[in-house]
């Protein structure tokens, strides 16, 4: 039996033909049929790998329009589910991108074990954990005449992994950095991150040359250590120095702690002053404590300032999330180190107060806040007691200093290698608390020693 003999595969291992997906039609969410699948859009990152980006499909009299990925619910034998929201602008196809039954289909490829070379008759895409399309299994034909084998029949079928030709892409797998950024344009950083670590090293720092500051900033911080440490040692001094200045200070001063001392310094010279003294003050407090994990970026303002004023600062798209979940009412000035923090205000109460309140009139009397130099196990148990997602650190002065996030602590309680974990068997309602264990143990360990300077 042809191995093809399913469109798409069984819930364990989704996959779909393309060539068999043509024809299938696309359903809005109340069933209604909205279009037809003419095509499938992939992009190659390199000669093994290409992700689908979304389907071409025909709408009305033969108007064939783009449909992304992320717009589709579903692919099932018989069947496209989609959200129902359709671009009817004609499809045009972008550089970088190859249409897998108009490009692929008929290409031909050579087999790595020497036995010829073969025609494309279909293509199949498998479902990873991540919920991406990926193109990981070829049919062929055997091309009359190519075998280089009398055991091999010429114009036999067979299906083979991805892996096990050459040729597929062409000089689309060569595609240059630009391209390859352009077309990873609409992924989020942690998703362009997965697809950073399997490139190869040469590829990783030209993809990462083409990237806006901001973006790779954002990308680093989803990165592994060595991965992180390799990209930003391979740019050039004055762009990785930008790039830390266009981090959270605490994640920049933990990427300048794993990067050799000679290139720590040199990188912290050439940052902008400010944004360089955030992060050598990360930099005098251990890793795990509070003053080690913290920004010191967080939302402050003043007792006058009116209820409106901060929902728009919260508003802001730059903001994280976790850390808009709390403004923190100081006196002057407003810039950590602050003056006295005289409370904070949850995001919660700004929405049920009206807009011209002054904030100082509803802060939170508990003021509860932590040293710089607590550890991870105390910052733990207090943003525990009190249900937090982001707690103070002040000093003796009682000054905001900055804030720890409920991120901030995962980064420090999780394992180094976290992102390059499968996902955990189901459990039966029992957690392992070794690795918290570990990690608490190791910060109440080290609750006396506050300099994480270099060098010492």
């Known amino acids: 039996m042809d191995r093809r003999d399913a469109a798409v595969s069984t819930a364990a291992q989704p996959r779909f033909y393309a060539a068999r997906l043509a024809g299938t039609s696309v359903f809005d969410p109340i069933g209604d049929m909205v279009a037809t699948v003419r095509d499938v859009v992939v992009v190659p990152s390199s000669r093994t790998s290409a992700r689908a980006v979304g389907l071409v499909v025909e709408v009305g009299a033969k108007r064939r329009v783009f449909l992304p990925i992320t717009r589709v619910t579903s692919i099932s034998p018989g069947q496209v589910i989609s959200t129902g929201v359709l671009n009817v602008r ?65 114009g036999q079928t067979l299906t083979v992994e991805l892996s096990e030709v050459a040729g597929l892409y062409g000089s689309q797998a060569e595609q240059s950095a630009h391209l390859l950024a352009a077309s990873y344009q609409d992924l989020n950083p942690a998703d362009l991150a997965e697809i950073i670590q399997e490139l190869e090293p040469k590829r990783r720092i030209e993809l990462a040359g083409e990237l806006a500051d901001e973006r790779l900033a954002d990308v680093l911080e989803e990165l592994p250590e060595d991965i992180r440490v390799e990209v930003v040692t391979g740019l050039d001094a004055k762009r990785a120095a930008d790039i830390l200045d266009a981090m959270d200070p605490d994640d920049a001063a933990d990427l300048v702690q794993e990067l050799p001392d000679a290139v720590a310094s040199q990188l912290l010279n050439l940052m902008e002053p400010e944004e360089a003294e955030d992060v050598r003050r990360l930099l005098a407090y251990d890793e795990y404590t509070a003053g080690g994990m913290m920004t010191t970026e967080p939302l402050v303002v003043a007792p006058e300032t009116p209820v409106a004023h901060c929902l728009a600062m919260i508003s802001r798209e730059a903001i994280h999330a976790a850390l808009a979940s709390t403004v923190h009412v100081c006196r002057s000035p407003l810039e950590t180190p602050t003056g006295k923090l005289l409370g904070i205000v949850h995001f919660q109460q700004l929405l049920r107060e009206r807009p011209d309140r002054p904030v100082g009139e509803i802060i939170d009397q508990d003021k509860v806040a932590v040293d710089p130099r607590a550890p991870l196990s105390t910052v733990t148990r207090e943003m525990a007691t009190y249900n937090l997602v982001s707690i103070p650190v002040v000093d003796d002065d009682g000054r905001l200093l900055g804030a720890v996030t409920v991120d901030d602590v995962l980064d420090h309680v999780l394992p180094d290698d976290w992102r390059e974990q499968d996902e955990p068997p189901p459990t039966t309602g029992q957690i392992d608390l070794s690795e918290i264990a570990r990690a608490t143990a190791r910060s109440g360990e080290e609750d006396d020693r506050t300099d994480r300077t270099k060098g010492d």
């Open 90 to 154: 004609r499809f045009e196809k972008r550089t970088g991108e190859l249409l897998v039954i108009g490009d692929l289909l008929d290409r031909v490829v050579t087999l790595q074990d020497g036995t010829g070379e073969a025609t494309v008759l279909d293509i199949a895409l498998d479902q990873n954990r991540h919920r991406d399309w990926e193109v990981s299994r070829l049919h062929l034909r055997r091309r009359r005449g190519s075998s280089l084998s009398r055991l091999v029949s010429r």
